[in-house]
């Protein structure tokens, strides 16, 4: 199998860098190398293997390390979860043993695992609502309100956004194959509303009409494209879940997933002949 380009080796003058590698194209997963005391916190169901040093423990909320901030600050970070659609819990693992060890968390979807470095990018990404995979224990997970009532009512991904913050690594999935764009200030994109993986906060998100009212019905792009204005940047993912799920669930018409043709100009007849009925 070929390894992706993305690799990191931590500093020693950073506390909580960690070391990674991202293997495989389409179907990915990510490997984190943890030391001795390193945590690393993921979405429930996304390990793939850890190391027998490496203990899980459930928390209740982002498990973003604020443990000492009582009942009342376990329930909101929960409850910011539970707003984008996350589980109230999250998975820490934990090195409790000497040397080194190793943890692995995949994407549920094919697509891509973006590595970021919070710190180079202002502490703060604003993405999709279900892109969190992993991360390094100390990065928050909240919710990012679409200030714009259109732009909460069509933008692709409604009002509420997933804010990532913090000075560490994580890591986000993303559909299909990524592309970062860095906006100089005033420059503008239009990108399809799904299509649209994760921004900055000094970008500005807008929609604008796609076109005439020949394009809106016709052109199958919908009715709005969201605009983004910056500076900073921005991740534009190929194939959003959405999209792979339309159509798959097109592929499969009224008969339960089952016809593996693309249809017969016998109809019936042919499917029976084909083997899809």
Known sequence: MTNSPWTHHRSAS??????????????????????????????????VWKDATVEMTTVFGDGSGGQGAGFMGKLLGAGKRLITGESLFT??????????????????????????????????????????LAAARGVSIGVQFQRRVMTGLFGGEGFIMQRLEGDGWVFV????????????????IHVDTGCLAAYT???????????????????????????LTGPGKVWIQSLPFSRLAGRMLAAAGGSGGQNRGEGSILGDLGDLIGGNR
């Open 173 to 188: 999935q993303m559909g299909g194959t990524v592309v970062e764009r860095e906006l100089a200030p005033g420059e503008q």
């Open 91 to 132: 998975t820490v693992f934990t090195h409790q043993g000497g040397g080194k060890a190793k943890v692995a968390f995949a994407s549920p979807t094919p697509g891509a695992i973006l590595p970021l470095h919070l710190a180079d990018i202002g502490g703060t990404l604003i993405c999709q609502k279900d892109s969190f």
């Open 14 to 47: 950073v506390a909580d860098d960690v070391d990674f590698e991202i293997k495989g194209q389409e179907l990915q997963f990510v490997e984190i190398e943890l030391d001795p005391g390193e945590s690393a916190i993921a979405e429930a169901g996304a390990l």
């Open 201 to 227: 906060p000094s970008v500005d998100f807008d929609l604008v009409m796609a076109g005439g009212v020949k394009s809106v019905f016709f052109g199958g792009e919908g009715l709005f494209f969201a605009r």
